[in-house]
């Protein structure tokens, strides 16, 4: 459930390196119990954001805070709080799984917990890797299992996680969100960057877009949902141009492409109508799909 509480606000977040920037005057705010999906491409700042907002590097300007304080200030018990996976994560590979994990739970809680930590345990349960082997014995999808499993396991209020699935096979994947729905059914925030924009949207309450270190967007997935229209092809035994034609009143035709025979249009209009002007002409395939957050990405970023 998303709460009314403000979990991370950030106000003109900028950070330039040397010359170069990395963000521009981010704006955000994500309230407690929200999954929010940081999207962009290659280079767009993702990484720089959540580096800033875990306190590793500094902005040039801006402020952030997190859980109503300001984030340079109480460092400490924001770490405390926080659960964090950095893009390239980096293993103590000598430590077995186990060791790994239970040193960090101790470093992190300032309590012992031997070798049994129930939280840890059941996050452990869910994928199926030997913890009492070696890391440098593992894969890369292995040790990436290891850094969500961290992120989780001393039960954080906020979860920050750059780019969680990379390196993840599909079952993983799978694996992996199911954990990010169950952690909010406890009330958890995660914050989680990626690229890969279909995987956001099977778990995230918004998405914001960000281009060339600009916030360029903010959507709620539900009124995405509801307001997205619809991709729609139709193919039919006459040439598309003529198709394209009749259907003059309903689609512009500049915004029809023709690819393989095929009319392709973004429909938001009314649906009665669109199916009372099919009806009309002989149709050889029709599909009418809700576009991908893949689409509503692209139309943003080009858009801009
Ligand atoms: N340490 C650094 N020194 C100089 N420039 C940097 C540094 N880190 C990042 N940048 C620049 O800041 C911009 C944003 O980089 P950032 O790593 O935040 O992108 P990203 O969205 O995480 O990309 P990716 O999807 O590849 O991980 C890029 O132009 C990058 O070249
Ligand atoms: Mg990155």
Do not use: W
């Not at 109503?68 to 994560?89: A, F, M, Q």
């Not at 992996?176 to 914050?191: A, R, W």
């Not at 092809?233 to 141009?241: A, L, M, R, S, W």
Request: charged fraction near 30%.
């Amino acid at each position: 459930m998303i709460r009314e509480t403000s979990i991370m606000e950030l106000r003109g977040l900028t950070k330039y390196y040397r010359s170069s920037p990395g963000i521009m005057d981010v704006n955000l705010e994500i309230k407690e119990g929200e999954i929010f999906g940081f999207l962009g491409p290659n280079g767009a700042g993702k990484t720089t954001t959540i580096r800033l907002i875990i306190g590793l590097i500094k902005p040039t300007k801006g402020e952030i805070s997190v859980f109503g304080k300001s984030g340079t200030t109480n460092h400490r018990e924001i770490i405390r709080n926080i659960g964090y996976i950095p893009g390239d994560i980096g293993l103590y590979t000598e430590l077995s799984g186990n060791e790994y994990l239970y040193h960090l739970l101790k470093l992190r809680t300032g309590k012992s917990y031997g070798n049994y930590n129930e939280n840890l345990v059941s996050l452990q349960s869910r994928f199926n890797i030997r913890f009492d082997k070696k890391i440098k014995t593992y894969s890369k999808g292995m040790r990436q299992i290891v850094g969500i499993i961290q992120a989780f396991m001393h039960n954080p209020r906020l979860v920050i996680l750059d780019e969680p699935t990379s390196g993840l096979d599909p079952f993983m994947q799978e694996e992996f969100f199911d954990l990010i729905l169950q952690e909010k059914e406890n009330g958890k925030t995660v914050f989680l960057s990626s690229h890969i924009l279909s995987e956001t949207e099977k778990v995230c309450d918004r998405v914001g877009i960000l281009k060339k270190g600009r916030l360029i967007h903010v959507e709620k997935m539900s009124r995405y949902r509801k307001m997205a229209g619809k991709n729609v092809k139709i193919e039919t035994p006459e040439p598309p141009e003529r198709t394209v034609e009749k259907l003059g009143g309903i689609v512009e035709s500049r915004d029809c492409k023709i690819k393989n025979g095929r009319i392709e249009f973004y429909y938001n209009g009314d649906m009665q109508e669109l199916i009372g002007a099919l009806a009309q002409m002989q149709i050889r395939d029709f599909v009418c799909e809700t576009p991908r957050i893949e689409d509503l990405f692209f139309r943003y970023y080009e858009e801009e």
